[in-house]
């Protein structure tokens, strides 16, 4: 089976730095992808990590541990505007499996 | 222009209903998906299509029947509609070699 795990809910101030992290378990694994989603809104891109290492994307970064299944995403100086959820998925050819989303609270 | 569109954007309907959500992308991606989104946020894929053939049919009641006509379109018939049915159906599209997956902006539904 597939098993993804993020944290349900963390809270943040605004200018600082929060590492969101997922945990996955799948029989296939070919990359680790991470959605934003704000309430009531589809999710959008944010990253695709494919290696191990970081990836860097403005104030986002997401990092990949294929051999620990193991992945977060790093973001820095937050905004009011990054309150949403964030969701990671593990793709394993045209199949998607999203963990249940870490909803994001940013306070001023 | 819209990447990804879907229609209709809320569907209120009664149980043992049948209905259809529509979904377009313009971006010439090769597969396309639906995904189930319940009340507690998870969201789940139902269905993936690649140039025109069904490559995942994921364990979803047979009610449920995804359409391609084209490459450039997927649509969702669900048939005998529940009450558990509701939920927001979102429609994504991807190249072969995804480095990114795009989402339509949602449907949703409501059985009564």
């Known amino acids: 089976g597939q098993n993804i795990d993020q944290p349900t809910e963390m809270t943040a101030t605004e200018g600082a730095i929060v590492q969101i992290n997922c945990t996955y378990q799948?029989?296939?694994?070919?990359?680790l992808f991470w959605y934003q989603q704000h309430a009531g809104e589809a999710p959008t891109f944010l990253s695709y990590n494919v290696l191990d290492g970081l990836e860097e994307k403005g104030r986002f970064s997401s990092f990949l541990s294929r051999s620990k299944g193991y992945s977060y995403l790093l973001l820095k100086e937050l905004q009011m505007k990054d309150s949403a959820s964030y969701l990671c998925?593990?793709?394993?050819?045209?199949?998607?499996?999203f963990g249940s989303g870490t909803k994001l609270n940013v306070k001023p | 222009d819209t990447a990804v569109s879907q229609t209709p954007k809320y569907l209120v309907t009664q149980m043992g209903n049948d209905k259809s959500i529509k979904c377009e992308q313009n971006?010439?991606?090769?597969?396309m998906y639906w995904y189930k989104q319940d009340s507690k946020k998870f969201l789940k894929i139902m269905f993936s299509y690649n140039n025109k053939e069904l490559i995942i049919n994921e364990t979803v009641p047979n009610r449920f029947s995804p359409k391609s006509p084209d490459k450039a379109h997927l649509n969702l018939h669900i048939n005998s509609l529940e009450l558990g049915d509701s939920a927001v159906y979102f429609c994504a599209s991807s190249s072969s070699e995804p480095d990114t997956q795009y989402f339509g902006p949602g449907t949703r539904l409501t059985v009564l």
């Open positions: 971006l010439g991606h090769d597969t």
């Open positions: 998925a593990a793709y394993n050819f045209n199949k998607f499996y």
């Open positions: 799948t029989s296939g694994f070919n990359g």
